[in-house]
T-cell receptor, first 113, second 115 residues
Framework: AQSVTQLGSHVSVSEGALVLLRCNYSSSVPPYLFWYVQYPNQGLQLLLKYTSAATLVKGINGFEAEFKKSETSFHLTKPSAHMSDAAEYFCAVSDPGYQKVTFGTGTKLQVIP | DAGVTQSPTHLIKTRGQQVTLRCSPKSGHDTVSWYQQALGQGPQFIFQYYEEEERQRGNFPDRFSGHQYPNYSSELNVNALLLGDSALYLC??????????????FGPGTRLTVL
């Protein structure tokens, strides 16, 4: 079975500061990994995905994530937070043989002016 | 190009009733997956439809059933509603078997409230 663990249900950063959202995964096979963002009362939007190509993945809105197999991690970063980044972020994992996606419990990002 | 659409946006039902939620996939997609997102939780996989058949199922009771039509649109049916079924129901579409893809595109969801 695959799973992801998101460390920190709430993260607060100042506007302009580094954003770091942590995700660790568990998978018996090489995983596909994703970060999604959810704004209030909306569906999920894909930020970026890792599918066994480059370990550093760049996504939309200036976000990026690095796949580290030795640490079973896929942390999400952004150099400078904007107010518009305030949302809930979900890390997710998928077995390449299937399309079932298993989500973490989410991290709410607050950006302080 | 329309993305994934879901209807209705909101729905209020009482315990014991039945509900049907609808989803139209993104243009060009042939696979539909359904997720339940309870308040404060991450989405939980319910099931996936491809070629009008249920291909995978998560840990949900038989009260949850679905259907996919030849035009790839899909329905989620929930019978004998319980208070615990109150949640945001998300539909996601994708293209089955695309090499290296596995990318699911989500609709805005249907908010179901069971009283």
């Amino acid at each position: 079975a695959q799973s992801v663990t998101q460390l920190g249900s709430h993260v607060s950063v100042s506007e302009g500061a580094l954003v770091l959202l942590r995700c660790n995964y568990s998978s018996s096979v090489p995983p596909y990994l994703f970060w999604y963002v959810q704004y209030p009362n909306q569906g999920l939007q894909l930020l970026l995905k890792y599918t066994s190509a480059a370990t550093l993945v760049k996504g939309i809105n200036g976000f990026e994530a690095e796949f580290k197999k030795s640490e079973t991690s896929f942390h999400l970063t952004k150099p400078s937070a904007h107010m518009s980044d305030a949302a809930e972020y979900f890390c997710a994992v998928s077995d390449p043989g299937y399309q079932k996606v298993t989500f973490g419990t989410g991290t709410k990002l607050q950006v302080i002016p | 190009d329309a993305g994934v659409t879901q209807s209705p946006t909101h729905l209020i039902k009482t315990r014991g009733q039945q509900v049907t939620l609808r989803c139209s996939p993104k243009s060009g997609h042939d696979t539909v997956s359904w997720y339940q997102q309870a308040l404060g939780q991450g989405p939980q996989f319910i099931f996936q439809y491809y070629e009008e058949e249920e291909r995978q199922r998560g840990n949900f009771p038989d009260r949850f059933s679905g259907h996919q039509y030849p035009n790839y649109s899909s329905e989620l049916n929930v019978n004998a509603l319980l208070l615990g079924d109150s949640a945001l129901y998300l539909c996601a579409s994708s293209l089955f078997g695309t090499a290296g893809a596995q990318t699911q595109y989500f609709g805005p969801g249907t908010r179901l409230t069971v009283l």
